[in-house]
């Protein structure tokens, strides 16, 4: 019997292997989870999804948009239908427009910073609003963070921001699907790993070649030990651990020189 045997759970924002969300699917099934997926409208997006997750054994590959509540309604309804309660949510969204993660923070435009907070912080309200009727009793979520939330890493710019919103959703949503129904909220603060969405910050390459200079390990993560922790935090092993930021990172976070 593996850890996760005869739970059910929906992955957000896989966008290909390199996926940080990927690699928390992956550990998932290997424990014998059944998985159901999201994916963005596009063509493209659905087949690069499909050729992750049909391998798998997923009965629920659905397009969602998190700007649309009804598309996100939609998919918990369908999916519920198919797999039953779900045991878990993994949301690893996010996004900014090129131009707010190139040019200086203080130059993001309004319309800029609502997109980047409503797609990369509000989309993990909008899923517990619209999840929570199909979870099951003592369930669990699960998000993506960075330490730009916290301190001022050069080029994250309004991303840091939305980081910081979504880790402190994850607190007030803790504190309340806890009492509803038991469900834990948590979050994992990854260091750098080259991913889709990791191209898009600027001097990412620079950021990639300091950590192993500072972090107790000497070295940068790697995307299987998020898979690991991510498993850690949607499994039974971590029933007493919610609305916290588990630091992946190589121990990058506690240095202060």
């Given at each position: 019997?593996?850890?996760?045997?005869?739970?059910?759970g929906l992955i957000f924002g896989v966008a290909n292997d390199r996926s940080l969300a990927?690699?928390?699917?992956?550990?998932?099934?290997?424990?014998?989870?059944?998985?159901?997926?999201?994916?963005?409208?596009?063509?493209?997006?659905?087949?690069?999804?499909?050729?992750?997750?049909?391998?798998?054994?997923?009965?629920?590959?659905?397009?969602?948009?998190?700007?649309?509540?009804?598309?996100?309604?939609?998919?918990?309804?369908?999916?519920?239908?198919?797999?039953?309660?779900?045991?878990?949510?993994?949301?690893?969204?996010?996004?900014?427009?090129?131009?707010?993660?190139?040019?200086?923070?203080?130059?993001?435009?309004?319309?800029?910073?609502?997109q980047a907070m409503e797609i990369s912080a509000y989309s993990l309200v909008a899923l517990?609003?619209?999840?929570?009727?199909?979870?099951?009793?003592?369930?669990?979520?699960?998000?993506?963070?960075?330490?730009?939330?916290?301190?001022?890493?050069?080029?994250?710019?309004?991303?840091?921001?939305?980081?910081?919103?979504?880790?402190?959703?994850?607190?007030?949503?803790?504190?309340?699907?806890?009492?509803?129904?038991?469900?834990?909220?948590?979050?994992?603060?990854?260091?750098?790993?080259?991913?889709?969405?990791?191209?898009?910050?600027?001097?990412?390459?620079?950021?990639?070649?300091?950590?192993?200079?500072?972090?107790?390990?000497?070295?940068?993560?790697?995307a299987h030990e998020v898979g690991s922790a991510g498993l850690y935090l949607l499994s039974?092993?971590?029933?007493?651990?919610?609305?916290?930021?588990?630091?992946?990172?190589?121990?990058?976070?506690?240095?202060?020189?």
């Open positions: 019997m593996g850890l996760m045997e005869g739970k059910k990927w690699h928390i699917a992956e550990k998932l099934h290997q424990e014998g989870a059944e998985l159901g997926f999201t994916h963005l409208p596009p063509p493209k997006m659905e087949r690069r999804v499909r050729l992750l997750a049909e391998p798998i054994g997923a009965k629920v590959i659905l397009p969602c948009d998190v700007t649309d509540d009804d598309q996100i309604e939609r998919v918990f309804r369908e999916a519920h239908e198919i797999m039953g309660d779900f045991d878990f949510v993994l949301h690893s969204i996010a996004y900014a427009s090129r131009e707010a993660l190139a040019n200086p923070f203080f130059q993001t435009t309004r319309g800029d910073f609502l517990a609003r619209f999840g929570l009727p199909t979870m099951a009793e003592g369930g669990a979520m699960l998000t993506l963070s960075y330490m730009g939330s916290v301190k001022m890493i050069p080029g994250y710019n309004v991303m840091g921001v939305c980081k910081a919103a979504l880790e402190s959703s994850v607190r007030y949503l803790a504190g309340e699907l806890g009492r509803e129904k038991g469900i834990r909220v948590n979050a994992i603060s990854a260091g750098p790993v080259q991913t889709l969405s990791a191209a898009g910050v600027s001097g990412f390459d620079k950021i990639l070649r300091h950590y192993p200079q500072k972090a107790p390990l000497h070295r940068n993560i790697r039974d092993l971590s029933s007493g651990v919610t609305g916290e930021i588990h630091y992946v990172d190589a121990g990058y976070n506690i240095v202060g020189w």
